[in-house]
């Protein structure tokens, strides 16, 4: 369950970090996906993006479900295309489209993790 807990608490810090309007964020090009961007955090920042990238991996190693492990990478993927889309727009002019998607994927992972800890896999 900590692990869970933890993954949702680093994304959603994640997130507010990309809101802030002083967060200063960049984008670089991704190593191995020509038509993705990927950001690039200052030194506050970069601690939201670790802490993420750790509690998503953490809670890779215990989760059973693929149902969980695919929404959990979903919300990874929308959180840093939010944060690469921030590195050219103000924080009030983000798209909409993917604060919606990032919540069905955040509605997905809560249902998933639940159905496995009722299930008892974890």
């Not at 970069?46 to 929404?71: F, G, K, N, Q, Y």
């Not at 889309?85 to 992972?109: G, I, K, M, N, V």
Request: hydrophobic share 45%; aromatic share 10%.
């Amino acid at each position: 369950m900590a692990a869970f807990n933890e993954f949702a608490s680093a994304y959603r810090e994640y997130i507010a970090f990309v809101l802030d309007p002083a967060a200063r964020i960049q984008a670089a090009q991704h190593p191995r996906r020509s038509d993705e961007l990927f950001p690039v955090f200052d030194e506050e920042g970069r601690r939201d993006r670790e802490r993420l990238e750790s509690a998503s991996m953490a809670l890779r190693l215990v989760a059973e479900s693929p149902h969980t492990l695919r929404e959990c990478k979903a919300i990874v993927v929308i959180a840093r295309r939010i944060a690469a889309a921030r590195a050219t727009h103000s924080a009030t002019a983000l798209p909409s489209d993917d604060f919606h998607e990032l919540w069905d994927a955040q509605r997905r992972f809560v249902l998933a993790a639940r159905q496995e800890l009722v299930d008892g896999s974890f």
